[in-house]
């Protein structure tokens, strides 16, 4: 088992920056794929980010590409999001998720999540 813990969420003004954390407790091991997703209010949860913590390779949804990275915490054991030039739009409700494994384009579902943590982009 994996227990996803998030955090790092708030309220930030449009052109601002917010970095989230995963940190992840258990049965963990550098085969890890980590996503975050989000899920705006009357929306349906939709991708956001993927990083592979072995290969450090990462790929992004359109809409966020050049804005956010993932990354690595290793000594933390986290995974990052690190999110610049905040939007209105990418207000919503964020979550990490793992599975095992090293490729980042597998389909198989992410069998861990996190609590979700709140991001609202506001002025």
């Known amino acids: 088992q994996v227990q996803l813990a998030e955090s790092g969420g708030g309220l930030v003004q449009p052109g601002g920056s917010l970095r989230l954390s995963c940190a992840a407790s258990g049965r963990t091991s550098p085969a890890i794929v980590m996503g975050w997703f989000r899920q705006a209010p009357g929306k349906e949860r939709e991708f956001v980010a993927v990083?592979?913590?072995?290969?450090?390779?990462?790929y992004y949804s359109d809409s966020v590409q050049g804005r956010f990275t993932v990354s690595r915490d290793i000594p933390n054991n986290a995974g990052i999001l690190q999110m610049d030039s905040l939007k209105p739009e990418d207000t919503a409700v964020y979550y990490c998720?793992?599975?095992?494994?090293?490729?980042?384009?597998?389909?198989?579902?992410?069998?861990?999540w996190g609590q979700g943590t709140q991001v609202t982009v506001s002025s």
């Open positions: 990083g592979s913590w072995s290969s450090g390779s990462t």
């Open positions: 998720a793992a599975k095992r494994g090293f490729n980042i384009y597998d389909t198989d579902p992410y069998p861990y």
